[in-house]
């Protein structure tokens, strides 16, 4: 039997009622599920933002103008006599950076030329005569042993000498070896002394080393400059091509066999260097020949010996000696000698 017509419509009310529900449930559940996955994203960018960043501003591009710097150097920096010339202002740097180098300084090309002889002379007159009777001495002078310019302060062996080119003759005879072994000044002990001498040369000095016996042999055939290069080269000769063996047989590398041999020769080949200053060490007994037929050079043939040698030269070369266990008239000769070549004679005792 059909239901009455009022409960149908109660019917549907309920339906409708339950319908009206579900459907705010369901929105009100999708709304809240919204709002929670919201707020999650809100948390979320909060916690996992980036850190802020610092950026600097670009650096600025500093340009230093570059300084000209006087190249100042004069004739007695030149000659050793002075401190390497220095600059007042400091160098910059064209970069700011930890890798930058600065400028080389620029270097007047005149300072490089070849002195004019005219000027020379106009300095030396200056020289002489002084500023204006002040005797200031702004020249060249004639400085040195031998009149070739200004010369250098030389210490060798406890004797001081001056000049700019110097020769070094090592007497290495039998004789002089037994000596100087006997004595507190062995050959050994001069060597060393010869490299400490060369190393405090002045680069516009110039030097040379000849060992004789009665044959002789030459370090270079010329006085070559100070450099570095030629000191470290004269050491590596004196260290290896060193003589104290007494002997020098006349076919050894390098070595000069005059006829007829000993001391004079050798003499004629140092003068030819044209030294201004000589230091010669030896007993002061010198011989010639060979083979058991030696003989004593005469002290007349060494007078007439430096009289030829010193008969061109304007000013006298000194010559220093240095005797080891020296007869008693060997050491008067090359005593007087000496002093009158403008040298001295020391006694290595």
Known sequence: MPKP?????????????KSITTAMLGSLIVHGLLAVFAGVWIVASYIKSEPPRFVAPPTPKIKVPPQTRQHRMNLASHAALAAKPTFKSRLVSLRPTAFALPEAPKVSIENMLTPDPSAIASNIVTGLAGVAGTG???GFGLGGASGKG???????MGVKATGK?????????SSVVNKANKSSMPLARIKEETIAMIEKLPVDARFGIIQFVRNYKMFQPELIPATQTNRDLAKEWIQTQWNESGMMPRNGKGVVAPEPNGLPPILRAAYALDPDVIFL??????????FGKSEKIKDDEFDELFKELTSDIPAKIPFYFFG???????EKYWSRLSRRQGGQLKELK
Do not use: C, W, Y
């Not at 080119?165 to 005879?173: A, E, K, Q």
């Not at 080891?324 to 060997?330: G, H, I, L, S, V």
């Open 150 to 156: 200004l010369g250098t302060d030389i210490n060798f």
């Open 136 to 138: 200031t001495g702004a």
């Open 165 to 173: 080119r110097i020769l070094l003759m090592f007497d290495v005879s």
């Open 5 to 17: 017509l009022h409960d149908q419509v109660a019917d549907h009310r309920k339906a409708a009622r």
């Open 281 to 290: 060490i030896s007993d002061g007994s010198f011989e010639r020949g060979g």
């Open 324 to 330: 080891f266990q020296m007869k008693d008239p060997d």
